[in-house]
């Protein structure tokens, strides 16, 4: 069965940088892309970008142009999203999920605080 | 950017009745919508896509509608797993610049 499994919380001070990885199975991997999606506490859902891992062409949100980098590693079918200069405002829960456009599977979400 | 707009805020129906949520987009994105449930605590469950497909296990209760701008998502004879989150999200722009809405409480009353 389609599964993502993110890796775990983290918790980085203001101005640091933090890499969630994503690791995909039950799919063929390079056949779909995947998107990174953040909510903040209370908050609702947020698009940041997508990486399509069999192109390794990557379309990031305005929002986040110049701090997000998507990146992939076929051997182990996982992607990664690394956010820097980090701010009080990222702290969040980050998903990876599936799909070109609408999202049908999902990651678990990996929590991410950014506190001084 | 495409901005999502959804209406109401917070819904507050009895279990059994209907809810009809709404979601308008600020220009036209064809067919190109989903809507995602999701409860507190839990990751977004994909519901409905293309506008009016049902995502795989979805009950037929679940029933999208609209395009261009306006769209609908309306849930007949509501249960009490379906008091949650709802959200719109268009996949209309390209390159990618998916927005979602603000999201609709669907609360019991």
């Known amino acids: 069965q389609v599964q993502l499994v993110q890796s775990g919380a983290e918790v980085r001070k203001p101005g640091a940088s933090v890499k969630v990885s994503c690791k995909a199975s039950?799919?063929?991997?390079?056949?779909?892309?995947i998107h990174w999606v953040r909510q903040a506490p209370g908050q609702g859902l947020e698009w940041m970008g997508v990486?399509?891992?069999?192109?390794?062409?990557?379309k990031y949100a305005q929002n986040y142009q110049g701090r997000v980098t998507m990146t992939k590693d076929t051997s182990t079918d996982t992607v990664y999203m690394d956010l820097n200069s980090l701010r009080s405002e990222d702290t969040a829960m980050y998903y990876c999920?599936?799909?070109?456009?609408?999202?049908?599977?999902w990651g678990q979400g990996t929590l991410v605080t950014v506190s001084s | 950017e495409i901005v999502m707009t959804q209406s109401p805020a917070t819904l507050s129906v009895s279990p059994g009745e209907r809810a009809t949520l709404s979601c308008r987009a600020s220009?036209?994105?064809?067919?190109?919508l989903a809507w995602y449930q999701q409860k507190s605590g839990q990751t977004p469950r994909l519901l409905i896509y293309?506008?009016?497909t049902r995502a795989t296990g979805i009950p037929a209760r679940f029933t999208g509608s609209g395009s261009g701008t306006e769209f609908t998502l309306t849930i007949s004879s509501l249960q009490s797993e379906d008091f949650a989150v709802y959200y719109c999200?268009?996949?209309?722009?390209?390159?990618?610049?998916?927005?979602f809405g603000q999201g609709t409480k669907l609360e019991i009353k």
């Open positions: 999200q268009q996949y209309n722009d390209w390159p990618p610049a998916y927005t």
């Open positions: 990486i399509n891992p069999g192109t390794l062409n990557t």
């Open positions: 039950g799919y063929t991997f390079t056949s779909y892309h």
């Open positions: 999920c599936r799909n070109k456009h609408y999202f049908d599977y």
């Open positions: 220009q036209s994105v064809s067919s190109n």
């Open positions: 293309g506008a009016s």
